[in-house]
Nanobody
Framework: QVQLVESGGGLVQAGGSLRLSCAAS????????MAWYRQAPGKQRELVAS???????NYADSVKGRFTISRDNAKNTVYLQMNSLKPEDTAVYYC?????????????????WGQGTQVTVSS
């Protein structure tokens, strides 16, 4: 099985910073794209940032210039550095990864989610 475990959420004042981490573990052959999503109360889950296995990144317009996604392939970990946080960034943040793993004699690729970590930005 594969697990994604997030950490780093919390309460911060507007203008502050947080760094989220998400570590993947299990019978992993390869991790392809990784991403961070968020879901605020009463809203749909939205893509915040993504990063390919080669390091190409993509950001939501609302976080460009403030958030930075990165990954450490040796540690199977993706990070989200969040600076200049705003109250509207308050949400549960979810890690997502497309992972290729070995199951007995087969190779299979699936999409996995972390359990979510709460980020609260006070004004």
């Amino acid at each position: 099985q594969v697990q994604l475990v997030e950490s780093g959420g919390g309460l911060v004042q507007a203008g502050g910073s947080l760094r989220l981490s998400c570590a993947a573990s299990g019978s992993i052959v390869r991790i392809n794209a990784m991403a961070w999503y968020r879901q605020a109360p009463g809203k749909q889950r939205e893509l915040v940032a993504s990063i390919t296995s080669g390091g190409s990144t993509n950001y939501a317009d609302s976080v460009k210039g403030r958030f930075t996604i990165s990954r450490d392939n040796a540690k199977n970990t993706v990070y989200l550095q969040m600076n200049s946080l705003k109250p509207e960034d308050t949400a549960v943040y979810y890690c997502n990864a497309e992972i290729t793993r070995q199951v007995v004699w087969a190779i299979t690729t699936n999409n996995y989610w972390g359990q979510g970590t709460q980020v609260t930005v006070s004004s």
